[in-house]
């Protein structure tokens, strides 16, 4: 059976996500106070003991001018993927949220590999479709990323693995004198700045300091804002979240001055470092592209995660659960209208939205 969240269950929800081998932060509350422009509505699903089988929380956008919703459900669902009576259960909750939101559509991104069909197979018998957001930063989380097992290691068999010229620069950069420290949110507004110096450099959109603030409250202990000092002077910055027995790195950020003393492997050593320090079994790169030929602009990326000894994940991809058939093709051509402008404009928007 299923039931939504309310108050007095969103502990037991939080709880059940956060220990669950598929939990996700974005699938946690902490996340959805982060994203205010959305209401959030949470899905239990109980056996016949009344114990938590899965959970899915949905992310909940009203679409400007018309009185209807666009439903997300972020990293979702979190449950056994071979229990069909639990996904059952999650699919109807959506359903029930939609209707109370008037929700046109419902987009999930499963944190599941694209090798598991029998999953994707499941969900396509539950009406969802599953869309095709290319091989680069094109869906609203990144269908490509690189992780890194780092389960029942410790920091020197960590270091071992990196690629030769990975150990080097990661060295160089303490040799060099980089310092990287854990700040608050006081360093926010320089983040912010060398993260506009990134964006224009590399040709993406990027987030106004309010929202890094945002992360950095709403996670909480979750959440680190790594800064890199080079002669007392702040030259890169990363925001990180641990959660459950993973952590994420989500935004990162270099000036374009000092890139020689290698402040971006420091960084993510550090992050690195977190991981292993709480016993985590997988540290997240987040997105690459895809498109692996060296040729491709996004190739350099790959490369540099590559050097940290991780593996190339592909998700199953974007689906889609469409309610009102007309409206979510109309919004799927306004998206794709709207990508191909962006596109034009030579912006894409970071991995790590959502």
């Not at 359903?95 to 499963?110: I, N, Q, S, W």
């Not at 969802?128 to 269908?143: A, C, E, S, T």
């Not at 000092?229 to 459950?244: L, V």
Request: with cysteine.
């Amino acid at each position: 059976m299923f039931e939504l969240v309310t108050s007095a269950t969103r502990a037991e929800y939080d709880a059940y996500v956060e220990a669950s081998p598929k939990g996700h932060f974005l699938q946690s509350t902490l996340w959805a106070g982060v994203k205010s422009a959305w209401s959030w509505e949470g899905v239990l699903s109980r056996d016949e003991n009344g114990k938590v089988r899965g959970a899915l929380g949905i992310l909940i956008r009203r679409i400007p001018v018309l009185p209807v919703t666009l439903l997300y459900g972020g990293r979702g669902p979190v449950c056994d993927l071979t229990d069909g009576a639990a996904l059952d259960d999650l699919v109807k909750g959506a359903r029930a949220v939609a209707k109370k939101h008037r929700g046109f559509a419902l987009r999930m991104d499963p944190d599941v590999p694209a090798s598991d069909t029998a999953f994707v197979t499941a969900l396509k018998k539950r009406g969802f479709v599953l869309r095709d957001p290319g091989k680069n930063f094109d869906g609203i989380q990144p269908r490509f990323v690189f992780r890194l097992d780092v389960s029942g290691k410790n920091e020197d068999e960590v270091l071992a693995g990196f690629e030769q010229k990975t150990r080097y620069n990661v060295r160089l950069a303490i040799r060099k004198g980089v310092e990287v420290r854990v700040c608050g949110k006081e360093m926010v507004p320089d983040f912010t700045r060398i993260m506009a110096v990134t964006g224009s450099r590399d040709g993406f959109a990027t987030r106004p300091a309010w929202y890094f603030e945002r992360i950095l409250d709403c996670m909480g202990e979750h959440a680190r804002l790594y800064m890199a000092f080079y002669e007392d002077k702040p030259i890169a910055g990363t925001i990180a979240i641990r959660y459950g027995d993973k952590v994420w790195y989500l935004y990162g950020a270099s000036a374009n001055e000092y890139r020689n003393v290698m402040p971006n492997y420091l960084l993510q050593w550090e992050m690195i470092r977190w991981a292993v320090e709480y016993g985590c079994r997988i540290y997240d790169f987040r997105g690459v592209s895809g498109d692996l030929s060296e040729d491709n602009p996004l190739y350099g990326l790959y490369r540099f995660k590559k050097g940290f000894n991780g593996e190339l994940c592909e998700f199953a991809g974007d689906f889609e659960l469409p309610l009102n058939r007309p409206l979510a093709a109309l919004w799927r051509y306004a998206e794709h209208t709207r990508k191909k402008i962006g596109h034009t404009q030579n912006q894409r928007t970071p991995a790590g939205e959502a």
